[in-house]
């Protein structure tokens, strides 16, 4: 038996031969083909929560999120037909209705190169969240957040091991959050910063970026990002 069996496909009508188990997304890489992510990560699990990756796989029923779905033997994939382009596009522009992206370059560029419409969703209801800034390094403002799940990953089995995060809620008003709102003091982050590293948006600022963009002077950036939480309490009270 075979240890190693591979799988022969064709991408885009070019034939190409992968171990079993290789995923689209990793297949149609190796040919050079660029399949727009937004919530995949070389550096977190794929969960295929974002769905942009779509591709069409034998003309199915329904579109195969990319990043996730194995390479099946003697498929026949698309990864730019139409009907591809068209989905892309509605998720492009679902996304932009909700959620705030102007601080998200590569997804504004996938916006124009989809010739996604701004206003395809005028009367939709953009998720709004007050600013959380609740520690000397980082703000989280997750009205940028388009819940791709990579700082809940990062924080947890992916990397850090810390669970400072999770998503709370359900449907339209998920979110990130801690575990019961609790302060990112009293969580058990240790500022590591990967989630700020992984965020797709500007979801997730250094303090010292965000307070600059603020227009803070020196002397209150020095303030908001180095002293403790507790002394800047007491200096309050
Ligand atoms: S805060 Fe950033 S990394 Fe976390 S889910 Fe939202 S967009 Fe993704
Ligand atoms: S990148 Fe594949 S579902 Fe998000």
Not at 60 to 74: E, T
Not at 79 to 102: F, G, H, K, Q, Y
Not at 108 to 133: G, I, K, S, V, W
Not at 146 to 152: D, G, H, I, N, T
């Amino acid at each position: 038996m075979d240890e190693h069996p591979q799988v022969t496909l064709t991408i885009d009508g070019e034939e190409i031969s992968v171990p079993a188990g290789t995923t689209i997304l990793e297949a149609a890489r190796q040919l050079g083909k660029d399949v727009p992510v937004i919530c995949y990560h070389e550096a977190t699990t794929p969960n295929g929560v974002c769905r942009l990756c779509v591709v069409d796989v034998n003309r199915g029923r329904v579109l195969q999120p990319a990043c996730v779905a194995p390479c099946p033997a003697g498929a026949q994939i698309e990864t730019r037909s139409e009907r591809v382009e068209r989905s892309r596009r509605t998720i492009l522009e679902m996304l932009n209705a909700a959620v705030d992206l102007e601080q998200a370059p590569e997804i504004l560029a996938l916006m124009a190169e989809y010739q996604a419409d701004a206003d395809r969703f005028p009367d939709a209801e953009r998720r709004t969240q007050p600013l959380h800034d609740d520690n000397p390094f980082y703000v989280r403002d997750y009205n940028q957040c388009v819940l791709c799940w990579r700082c809940v990953q990062v924080c947890a089995e992916d990397a850090q091991y810390t669970f400072a995060l999770t998503l709370a809620e359900r449907g339209y008003d998920t979110r990130v959050s801690t575990s019961f709102d609790i302060g990112m003091t009293e969580s058990p982050c240790v500022f590591c910063g990967q989630c700020i590293g992984v965020c797709p948006t500007g979801a997730l600022k250094p303090k010292i970026e965000f307070g600059l963009e603020q227009g803070w002077s020196a002397d209150e950036l020095r303030q908001r990002t180095r002293r403790s939480r507790r002394a800047r309490l007491e200096e309050d009270t």
